[in-house]
């Protein structure tokens, strides 16, 4: 592409949330946590201050607006994904959001989050980097225990619990879930971090980070009446359990089915599956999803995983104004990782490789903005390219799984195999 945009500037500095911005950021969240009766159980946290590192998990934009209630009165610097930015990055520099992109090894950051603890300030990371595909923890990077180590601050999490359920990635509609709950917990002071090691933050993160969203609506009886509840589940739920066919999944109100087999199941108001006829294979979402975690694991032990070539549009996000349509090419995800090229607008080529080392996971959308359809997301410290699969048979869920379970094989071929949920 002929042109040269100007690139976000990364290194730029943190700044504490502007005085006169703190009122806007809590008259934004606050109404919303008390619509949905938030609990919030505090767990060592009772009269704590800054500075320290707030982990919280990631399942719906509500996760935010409970942590600005959970830190009152104090403030903190989010690290956001650059197109959070798009359209408002004078806004969220001013309310002192640290701009990311995904799934790189970014030194910057690093530098960055020091200065907000210098500043006195919380660290807010959101360690998933990505929101939960079915409710359940994704992997976590497992440079995090030496990050705690680094930034020498009491280490928080921020556990939420119900934000899936109420409006799930699959499918965004509120469903007025209430009371959600959220446990905010100090896991390490500043002294008992000096005295533990990397790998035993590590572990310690990975055990307080588990949560699932459907064994908990269960646990505490939620019902959830949402007429069309089950739209989009086949964006998750990729491949018939009946007939083991991908990519003939749909959903129709509460309903999820096989277009190949014709086997049906109800999503339930407890968020379980029911089988209409036979069998109910999974009853739980996220067996099922692990089911075709399974699936592809499997594929890739055989040195069989591959998507194929697939024609894509490859949008470019360089800053935060707006993505620039880079043109059309081809996608291909295999045991080598991810190549995407193609030709540009002005008949230039393009091309970006990921190789399966570089990436223990990556970014997804379902239906992105609700008119651009399903994408994966990959980045350079300089880019992020937004590739939309089209005319053909694909699910960015498995290209997602694949990412990770190709990763894992990677460190056990190399003798250095992940610990469980990290990466």
Same mark, same amino acid.
């Not at 002192?96 to 995904?102: P, V």
């Not at 556990?159 to 990635?169: A, R």
């Not at 083991?244 to 407890?270: D, I, N, P, Q």
């Given at each position: 592409? =002929? ?20 009122p806007?950021?809590?008259v ?6 008390? =619509?949905h009766?938030t609990?919030?159980?505090?767990h ?5 201050k800054?500075?320290? %590192?707030?982990l919280?998990?990631h ?5 935010f607006?409970v ?10 610097? *989010? ?11 004078w806004?969220?520099r001013e ?14 950051l %690093?530098?960055?989050l020091?200065? %907000? ?8 990371? *959101?360690?998933?980097?990505r ?15 030496k ?5 020498g601050?009491?280490?928080?999490t921020l556990?939420c619990?119900?934000?899936?359920v ?24 500043a002294?008992?971090?000096k005295?533990?090691?990397a ?11 588990q949560?699932d969203?459907?064994a908990?609506? =269960?646990?505490?009886? /939620?019902? /959830? ?15 018939c ?5 991908? *990519? ?9 089915f ?12 407890l968020? &379980?599956?029911?089988?209409? $006829?036979? &069998?109910t294979?999974?009853?739980?979402i ?7 975690r399974?699936?592809v ?14 024609p894509?549009t ?6 935060a104004k707006?993505? /620039?349509?880079l043109? &059309?090419?081809?996608?291909?995800h295999?045991m $080598? ?7 540009d ?16 996971s990556?970014?997804?959308e ?6 651009h359809?399903?994408c994966?997301d990959?980045?350079?410290l300089e880019?992020?390219?937004?590739i939309?699969?089209h005319?053909c048979?694909?699910? %960015? ?6 990412t990770e379970?190709? *990763?894992?094989?990677y ?8 610990k469980?949920g990290?990466?």
């Amino acid at each position: 592409m =002929k042109t040269t945009f100007e690139r976000f500037d990364m290194k730029k500095a943190p700044i504490p949330t502007r005085f006169y911005l703190r009122p806007l950021t809590w008259v934004l969240s606050i109404p919303d946590t008390l =619509k949905h009766q938030t609990i919030i159980r505090r767990h060592g946290t009772e009269g704590l201050k800054p500075p320290y %590192v707030l982990l919280c998990n990631h399942n719906a934009f509500l996760d935010f607006k409970v942590a600005t209630r959970a830190i009152y009165p104090h403030r903190a610097n *989010y690290v956001v994904a650059i197109d959070g930015f798009i359209g408002r990055e004078w806004l969220l520099r001013e309310v002192g959001c640290i701009c990311k992109r995904k799934f790189t090894n970014d030194l910057t950051l %690093v530098r960055q989050l020091r200065q %907000v603890v210098k500043n006195g300030d919380i660290a807010a990371i *959101y360690p998933e980097a990505r929101y939960s595909l079915c409710g359940t923890t994704a992997v976590l990077p497992a440079s995090l225990g030496k990050l705690c180590k680094l930034l020498g601050v009491p280490v928080v999490t921020l556990i939420c619990h119900g934000h899936h359920v109420n409006s799930p990635f699959w499918n965004l509609h509120d469903r007025g879930v209430k009371p959600t709950e959220a446990d905010f917990t100090l896991l390490y002071t500043a002294e008992e971090l000096k005295e533990a090691s990397a790998d035993e933050i590590n572990d310690r993160l990975v055990q307080a980070f588990q949560y699932d969203d459907h064994a908990w609506q =269960k646990e505490r009886g /939620i019902r /959830i009446t949402y007429p069309r509840r089950a739209e989009g589940l086949q964006k998750v739920l990729y491949q018939c359990p009946a007939c083991g066919r991908e *990519y003939r999944m749909a959903s129709e109100e509460t309903r999820l089915f096989c277009r190949e087999c014709g086997k049906r199941w109800e999503l339930t108001e407890l968020g &379980e599956l029911r089988a209409e $006829n036979g &069998e109910t294979e999974f009853s739980h979402i996220p067996d099922w999803y692990e089911w075709e975690r399974a699936n592809v694991r499997r594929e890739v032990a055989e040195g069989r995983y591959s998507t194929g070539e697939l024609p894509v549009t490859v949008d470019s996000l360089p800053n935060a104004k707006r993505f /620039i349509r880079l043109g &059309e090419g081809t996608l291909i995800h295999d045991m $080598n990782g991810f190549t995407v090229r193609g030709t540009d607008v002005d008949g230039d080529p393009f091309e970006m490789l990921k190789p399966v080392p570089s990436l223990y996971s990556c970014h997804i959308e379902y239906e992105y903005l609700g008119k651009h359809g399903d994408c994966v997301d990959l980045n350079t410290l300089e880019d992020t390219w937004y590739i939309y699969p089209h005319d053909c048979d694909f699910s %960015v869920t498995k290209m997602a799984l694949a990412t990770e379970e190709l *990763y894992f094989a990677y460190r056990e071929k190399i003798g250095r195999p992940c610990k469980p949920g990290l990466a």
